[in-house]
Nanobody, 125 residues
Framework: QLQLVESGGGLVQAGGSLRLSCAASGRAFSLYGMAWFRQPPGKEQEFVATITWSAGSTYYADSVKGRFTISRDNAKNTVYLQMNNLKPEDTALYYC??????????????????WGQGTQVTVSS
């Protein structure tokens, strides 16, 4: 079983950067695919990025490709989301998720094995 805690959110101006972290406690973190999802205010959840258990592969939503980078440190049981050139439309509650297997972009947050409580990112124009 994993417990996931996100951190690193905050208020930033458009064009700025933030790095989100998701710390996992529990066993076998390195066996889980990890992903970030987000829910903008008044909108549905959406997939942001995913990384395989070995960090061998990553995949991004088109809306963040080239601006966001997902990475993981299995020794620290942590997954990161580096967000650069932030835009107001990136404003959302960001969640990390874990699954014993691949996380595909069409999945919903609650279709994963575990997810956190979220961290708020607000981008001002």
């Amino acid at each position: 079983q994993l417990q996931l805690v996100e951190s690193g959110g905050g208020l930033v101006q458009a064009g700025g950067s933030l790095r989100l972290s998701c710390a996992a406690s529990g066993r076998a973190f390195s066996l889980y695919g990890m992903a970030w999802f987000r829910q903008p205010p008044g909108k549905e959840q959406e997939f942001v990025a995913t990384i395989t258990w070995s960090a061998g592969s990553t995949y991004y939503a088109d809306s963040v490709k080239g601006r966001f980078t997902i990475s993981r440190d299995n020794a620290k049981n942590t997954v990161y989301l580096q967000m650069n050139n932030l835009k107001p439309e990136d404003t959302a509650l960001y969640y990390c998720a874990a699954r014993r297997g691949f996380i595909i972009p069409t999945m919903k947050l609650d279709e994963n094995d575990y997810w956190g409580q979220g961290t708020q990112v607000t981008v001002s124009s």
